[in-house]
């Protein structure tokens, strides 16, 4: 017994000093551990810093490229939407004052004195003193004949418009004056015209004008209301001109600049849209020459990758979600 305790007395000497190694390791193992512990803390702030950024970072970007399709995008289809349809409109107008006044060499002149005298687009001139000519021309007027009284009508329209605070476009003015040569004039009334058929002027009037008619009273009629309209607007007469400075008048001539903006745009870009819509019309071709089978079966495969499409968009928004609240479970622990 004494043999064995002396002998792990002894023992535990010897190994005294490599406890004291062990131990020394352990707390040095400990230390590393602590140190690694706020290393991988650290680590771990710096991954949610990291996180946060590029989430932060995400957002702005989304909120950029919403910004840029609101700010450019969106106005940018606007105006390509705009430009189409003036260039659209700008092809029936010149395309009826073409055939108003066909085999008139001066009419393509008058509209261009017109639009540059008034600050108008072309195609403004060409609709206001167009829409006169059609009518005229539509009573028995020659072509020749007709532009002398419809350019009468656009010009007492421009001075009109600009000697009106009720007038907001001299298109309008113009329309009444129109309308008012057949008899129609209750519209006239809003331009300071009053005119009563009955008058004794209206009468002496309508008189001489079936002479120069050879008895052709509606032809006799637009000479005379168009005669007392300018008569009753005399004082209004050059109004355009007198107040080219105006605020009315330049925004006038600011709009009209606009507009012949997106017609040219709209000429540009229309080839290209003509292009899509063939393509759309034969593919729509196309598919409605399919027989019953064939065009169920295109509808059923349609309906299949539009429910794929959806499946995926739901499977992404469910990881989008599972990964989020692992981010919250990570934080918790």
């Not at 950024?53 to 939407?81: C, E």
Request: hydrophobic share 45%; charged share 25%; glycine share 8%.
């Amino acid at each position: 017994m004494a043999f064995s305790v002396s002998y792990i007395i002894k023992a535990v000497d010897k190994f005294s000093p490599a406890a004291k190694k062990i131990t020394r390791a352990n707390r040095k193992m400990a230390i590393s551990l602590k140190k690694a512990s706020r290393s991988a803390k650290k680590f771990g702030r710096s991954l949610d810093i990291t996180r946060k950024k590029m989430r932060k970072f995400s957002m702005q970007g989304a909120r950029y490229a919403r910004n840029a399709a609101l700010t450019l995008g969106l106005p940018f289809i606007a105006l390509s939407a705009a430009s189409i349809k003036a260039a659209s409109d700008m092809e029936v107008i010149y395309g009826k004052f073409d055939r108003t006044f066909e085999g008139l060499k001066g009419a393509e002149g008058y509209a261009k004195r017109f639009a540059s005298e008034f600050g108008t687009a072309e195609s403004t001139a060409k609709r206001i003193i167009g829409n006169s000519g059609d009518l005229l021309v539509g009573i028995g007027f020659g072509a020749d004949t007709a532009m002398g009284l419809s350019d009468r009508v656009a010009r007492l329209s421009a001075d009109l418009f600009a000697a009106n605070a009720e007038m907001t476009d001299m298109a309008d003015a113009a329309h009444r004056l129109k309308s008012g040569l057949l008899g129609e004039t209750e519209g006239m009334k809003a331009l300071g015209i009053t005119i009563n058929q009955g008058s004794k002027e209206y009468k002496r009037y309508f008189s001489e004008a079936k002479r120069v008619t050879k008895g052709n009273e509606l032809q006799a009629k637009a000479y005379t209301i168009l005669r007392m309209a300018e008569e009753q607007s005399r004082k209004s007469r050059g109004a355009f001109e007198k107040g080219s400075e105006t605020l009315k008048v330049q925004l006038f001539k600011m709009n009209e600049e606009l507009h012949r903006s997106k017609e040219l745009i709209g000429v540009g870009i229309t080839p290209a849209t003509l292009t899509l819509v063939k393509k759309i019309e034969d593919l729509a071709g196309k598919f409605n020459n399919l027989d019953d089978a064939t065009r169920k079966s295109y509808v059923n495969t349609a309906l299949w990758v539009s429910g794929i499409l959806a499946a995926v968009i739901a499977l992404a928004a469910l990881a989008a979600l599972l990964v989020k609240r692992t981010d919250i479970a990570t934080k918790l622990l």
